[in-house]
């Protein structure tokens, strides 16, 4: 098998995890377009409770993402996997059996404390080679993606048909469907990934709050989820005032989100084959500020909402693709699982403080009130990334060593970084290991293998 391509265990996990992932995905989004609407018939509802009810998954996720990694790290991936799987079906069938809004929130809090993402994540390294593991990770972030699509899709057509409960029923049902995948399909671990790739470090973490630039990132998909999700709590009930029914949301959403995906293609091939990352990242976030403020006057209008959220998912997707891609080239190359997992926990508090927001103007004001606020945490997110540094596109290696005093560490790691096309050097003796970030077009493997006494 060529070191080109996924081998057959790397296919099947990397098809079967994503396959989890999306499934997980589909709890938060399903719900996002339809609660407002259909959560009128609970009791004591308000828009302050819809969007404690929409937020309220994202917290417990963000609260408990770094938590289940170091439990993955200790009893197992599939273990903890299962569990997680267990606690979000169970929060959805609590959620689906409930009457009164303050129910539906505690069933979507529970289904959110199945924080499987970080295990996920680190079961994929453990399956997958280091040169091959990019792919899978890529696998995975396209059908999370498209279950935002599928989900904007089936959440209006299930709650048509079968109201809010059928929306959790049909969302426990996917997370059993995902215990047997997990159990029955995803492959065991035959080695286990450097720790530096999988969980998170509680040293680490304190380290990289301290890193200017992806700070900047993690803020960033904080403020770009809370944008979606506060836009959602206002978003379905304008487009019935405007006549669409609530069934029919999805002839909206689904066009939109398809026509922005199309779209999003010519930012990335300027970002990548012109170089201009921070430049295209920059106008996508400008992008962001003026089709929320396009909302303010387009609001009555079905066609000037479709154009403004046009615009808003051409933004949204290249930066959602783009963010996990730069903490990877950015983090340390020992603490990239500390890295992605502070950005998993603040992509998800973005989504419960979106809904507290989002929740609180409705209540209080009227729609446009909620888009120009969506529109002001655009403006504060450019200025925060206006200084962000884009670094030049790299990937890390890991090799076994055995060097056991720091002396050597550190003079391998000197003897290492002086090599061409070597960034970042790093000698780990108590993991037996060596990191390496290289940039390809100049790095030659034979060269280090020879400095590490590797054949």
Request: charged share 15%; aromatic share 8%.
């Amino acid at each position: 098998m060529s070191k080109q391509s996924l081998n057959s265990l790397e296919k099947r996990a990397a098809i079967s995890l994503a396959s989890v992932f999306a499934f997980r995905m589909l709890g938060l989004f399903m719900l996002m377009p339809v609660l407002a609407i259909y959560g009128q018939s609970l009791t004591d509802v308000s828009p302050l409770w819809i969007g404690l009810a929409i937020g309220a998954y994202g917290l417990t996720q963000a609260l408990l993402q770094i938590p289940m990694g170091w439990l993955s790290d200790k009893f197992g991936r599939k273990p903890i996997i299962v569990a997680g799987l267990i606690m979000f079906a169970i929060g959805s069938v609590i959620a689906a059996l409930a009457e009164s809004i303050y129910w539906v929130t505690a069933g979507r809090a529970l289904q959110g404390m199945g924080a499987i993402a970080s295990a996920l994540l680190a079961l994929a390294s453990d399956l997958s080679r280091d040169e091959q593991r990019p792919k899978v990770m890529a696998v995975i972030g396209m059908c999370i993606g498209m279950s935002f699509a599928v989900a904007m899709l089936l959440g209006p057509m299930v709650a048509a048909a079968f109201g809010i409960a059928g929306i959790f029923w049909l969302t426990a049902a996917l997370a059993l469907l995902g215990i047997g995948i997990v159990l029955f399909i995803v492959p065991g671990a035959v080695n286990r990934a450097p720790k530096g790739d999988t969980v998170a470090s509680m040293t680490d973490i304190r380290k990289l709050v301290r890193h200017p630039q992806l700070v900047r990132l993690d803020l960033g998909v904080l403020l770009l989820h809370l944008t979606l999700t506060t836009l959602f709590v206002a978003l379905p009930g304008q487009l019935i005032a405007d006549g669409l029914a609530a069934q029919d949301h999805w002839q909206l959403y689904i066009p939109v989100l398809l026509l922005a995906f199309v779209l999003m293609a010519p930012l990335m091939i300027v970002a990548i084959r012109k170089q201009k990352e921070k430049q295209v990242f920059l106008a996508s976030i400008a992008l962001l500020v003026v089709s929320t403020l396009a909302l303010i006057p387009a609001a009555n209008s079905l066609i000037g909402i479709a154009v403004a959220m046009t615009v808003y998912f051409i933004a949204f997707n290249f930066l959602e693709a783009t963010m996990p891609a730069l903490v990877s080239r950015i983090a340390p190359a020992t603490q990239k699982g500390s890295a992605m997992g502070v950005f998993s926990s603040s992509q998800f508090f973005g989504a419960f403080a979106g809904g507290v927001m989002g929740g609180y103007l409705a209540q209080h004001f009227n729609p446009q009130t909620v888009f120009a606020a969506a529109a002001a945490i655009g403006v504060i997110w450019l200025f925060i990334a206006w200084r962000m540094q884009i670094p030049v596109r790299s990937k890390t290696l890991s090799f076994v060593t055995e060097v056991d005093e720091p002396e050597k560490a550190d003079a391998l790691a000197d003897q290492l970084v002086a090599l061409p096309g070597v960034i970042e050097a790093t000698v780990v003796s108590e993991e037996n290991r060596t990191y390496l970030k290289v940039n390809d077009k100049e790095f030659d493997l034979n060269q280090a293998k020879q400095a590490l006494g590797l054949r």
